[in-house]
């Protein structure tokens, strides 16, 4: 358009060309963003005083030839500019909307995924143990941390002095009475076979799961706070039998259906006669690797049968009543389950691997 324009013609008005007061213009326009601008845009080329009016108002001083050839072309620019002003209005008012359909929130479309939280590897394993022992009928009870003296040691016939308690690295708590001190971080789950008989009549089945401490150094296998499980049944007629089947059945459970569990006599002050049990590794199927040690068999849990002297001491008839009681380490079953190499890792708080479960 600009190019039909041209050869410019100095107006007497203002000495402005057609072709400058075209560029400029349209130039504007491009920059024009909203309504006021565009009206303000509107005045200033077109209204009784704009720029181009000012033109098409001289064209009366022009010899007539001149005045037909200008006005023509004057004319024409006016004809483009106003349909640019109806253009950019119409584009304005559509973006307008565009704006609204934008700021518009769709309830229906699914948000960003936030960062979910996930159960600690110890939370998880636990789960499964209880979930375990619930299915077969147990119970599932807890009890204090912070321990008497008499529930932890004591009652399980581990008097003072005894060696049987250097079994047990203790955090003792800093509280004196009648110049000893009776309260410590428990370092087993099993004081609570004996609050529990102490409370309950048989049947008893029951599992326990809760934190214990030891005044530990700390390696790859050792950790000072952990996770046990005590188990404890006692009732008429409960044999090694019942303890045997309770226990293969929840490491078939854990670790697998074709696993086999075998017994080796282990000593424990609270039971009688005391066992480990083991499982056929499930890494090496028994032939032997790193993760049994190799000797083919992996070493998961303490177990017994409940000494007669605690059951008297409670107050049954050891006679009458009978029962097994078992323990396990949650971190170490965990350990085993997803070959975690080093049980300082799963209270280090490190995302890198706690994200992994
Ligand atoms: N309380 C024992 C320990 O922490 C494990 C155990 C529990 C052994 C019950 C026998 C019976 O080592």
């Known amino acids: ?67 037909k050839r200008v006005g023509d072309k004057a004319n024409r620019l006016k004809q483009e500019l106003e349909g640019a002003v109806r253009e950019k209005r119409a584009r304005l008012a559509m973006s307008a909307t565009e704006a609204l359909i934008a700021e518009r929130i769709d309830v229906t479309l ?85 609050r529990i008989m102490e409370q309950t009549q048989p049947p008893i089945r029951v599992v326990v799961p809760g934190k214990c401490y030891r005044y530990e150094a700390t390696d790859p296998t050792h950790e000072w706070m952990m996770t046990q499980v005590e188990g404890l049944a006692v009732d008429e007629g409960i044999s090694m039998a019942d303890l045997k089947g309770t226990l293969a059945e929840f490491a078939r459970r854990i670790f697998g259906p074709d696993r086999k569990v075998a017994f080796r006599c282990d000593y424990f002050p609270f039971v009688e006669p005391g066992m480990e049990l083991r499982i056929d590794c499930f890494l090496c199927g028994g032939d032997g690797c790193r993760t049994c040690s190799r000797t083919g068999w992996i070493e998961i849990l303490g177990a017994g049968m409940v000494h007669p002297e605690i059951l008297e001491a409670v107050g049954y008839d050891s006679e009458r009543y009978t029962g097994f009681a078992f323990g396990l380490g949650i971190e170490r079953i965990a350990m085993l389950r997803h070959g975690i190499e080093d049980i300082r890792l799963f209270y280090a708080n490190d995302l890198r691997f706690l994200s992994q479960f």
């Open 110 to 194: 699914p948000g960003p995924p936030l960062p979910s939280g996930r159960l600690h590897p110890t939370t998880q394993t636990l789960r499964d143990v209880l979930d375990c022992f619930v299915s077969m009928g147990f119970q599932v009870v807890e009890g204090p941390e912070i321990e008497w003296d008499r529930y932890n040691f004591e009652a399980l016939r581990i008097p003072r002095d005894h060696p049987a308690r250097d079994m047990w690295d203790t955090l003792w708590i800093d509280y004196e009475k009648d110049g000893e001190r009776p309260m410590l971080l428990r370092t087993h789950t099993s004081p609570n076979q004996i």
């Open 1 to 67: 358009m600009a190019a039909s324009l041209t050869p410019a013609l100095p107006m007497p008005s203002d000495n402005e060309s057609l072709e400058e007061i075209e560029s400029q213009a349209l130039s504007d326009l491009g920059a024009v963003a909203d309504g006021d601008a565009l009206e303000r845009w509107r005045v200033a080329y077109l209204g009784r005083r704009g720029r181009l009016t000012r033109v098409l108002r001289g064209l009366a001083d022009l010899p007539l030839e001149e005045r």
